[in-house]
């Protein structure tokens, strides 16, 4: 009784139950959120189809993350390349199998279509990146042990190599709000590879010059015209217009922004209350979820929303700190990255604050393929945990 007593003890010690009620609340804010939305813009049949749709995703989040959980560091370790090349043929994959009713309504080839089902490979490809990142990593330094400018230049050339195929096809999808998010991923990465700051500073000043002379030249016409040249689009102009002058053109480009704006606003400190919305706000379920939030609850809902990101954050950083495995602490750092910008960028993004880029916010925005990729990243972190418990309680393992 005392040795089930133990065993009992040892295996939720393993879990870390911290992560698990931080996406548990987020996970029930959603389901309000979507049940809101759709009450106010669909059918009452199409509002429950809705909700049990997210729900069943849910589902199928939490059995994704147990099935994660049982690989350990070796096993994740070798599986990276099998999964980034997998990933790959995905995203190519999807530019021939591509949703043709997705690709009329936003001239993006990123969605599969098969039968009557739809599914965005490249939130899946996140997770997959971040784990041969942070292979490419590790090993790289094991191999260079003794830090130099030299050795420094070659890694990011590595990171950069098995980013490009993944840029060039997004590119290829028209897909920019995902390729900034990689982009993101590949920035925090760099960040805690142990690459000298002499290299990473200059590369910052000359990404954010070009990205400002960019921006410059989407003013005039003539900025434009280059802007074209480069493989600049029209409805990427139309966003940044819209971003600038949010209230120039409230009845056509401008309009979900400015509506998004609207709902925010009116909720005031407290909000409406839950399921009184009273300001329309296009794809409010998924892109613009965070209008909902907004609006019903308030600044101070907004607030609590945001404390729970952070309280999740805290947790995956904690358990990263207690791991000391280096090859899991690259996957928590991209992790981590992943998460972040989705929230700044998707609550930006409501608020006026960045461009509109189409982002869904973790945890909380309708859809399946945003949901799975997130919890697959919530499935490595605590996988951490899991088994760095395991290896503490066996006698005949030793944690390297």
Known sequence: MDTSRKNTKDSDSRIDWGIIFCVLMLALIGLASIYVAASHDSSATSVLKQVVSQLVWYVIGIIAVVIIMQFDSEQLWKVAPIVYWAGILLLASVLVLYSRVYFLNTGAKSWFSLFGLTFQ???????????????????????????????????????????????????????????????????????????????????????????????????????????????????????????????????????????????????????????????????????????????????????????????????????????RNVFYAYISSGVIMMILFHVFENVGMSIGLLPLTGIPLPFVSAGGSALIGNMIGIGLIMSMQYHNKSYMFGEDKEFS
């Not at 420094?152 to 995902?178: E, H, R, S, Y």
């Not at 309009?255 to 329309?280: C, D, E, R």
């Open 121 to 323: 490979p490249s939130e899946v490809m996140k997770p997959a990146y971040i784990l041969m990142m942070a292979r490419v990593i590790v090993q790289h330094n094991d191999d260079h042990p003794i830090r130099s400018a030299q050795s420094d230049w070659l890694l990011l050339g590595k990171m950069l190599l098995w980013t490009i195929p993944i840029a060039v096809l997004l590119k290829l999808q028209n897909d920019f709000g995902t390729m900034l998010v990689f982009f993101a991923i590949l920035g925090g990465m760099i960040i805690v590879s142990g690459i000298t700051w002499k290299i990473i500073l200059p590369s910052v000043t000359i990404i954010f010059g070009v990205a400002g002379t960019a921006l410059a030249l989407v003013i005039p016409e003539s900025g434009r015209r280059i802007l074209e040249k480069v493989g600049f689009q029209a409805y990427q102009f139309a966003r940044v217009d819209t971003w600038l002058h949010p209230a120039s053109d409230t009845s056509n480009q401008g309009y979900q922004l400015w509506q998004s704006m609207k709902a925010i606003g009116s909720g005031g400190i407290f909000g409406t209350g839950f399921n009184q919305s009273h300001v329309y706000v296009p794809v409010r379920e998924s892109d613009m979820i965070f209008s909902v939030i907004g609006e019903n609850f308030g600044f101070f809902g907004s607030c609590i929303l945001i404390l729970l990101y952070f309280l999740l954050i805290y947790q995956m950083i904690k358990v990263t700190f207690d791991t």
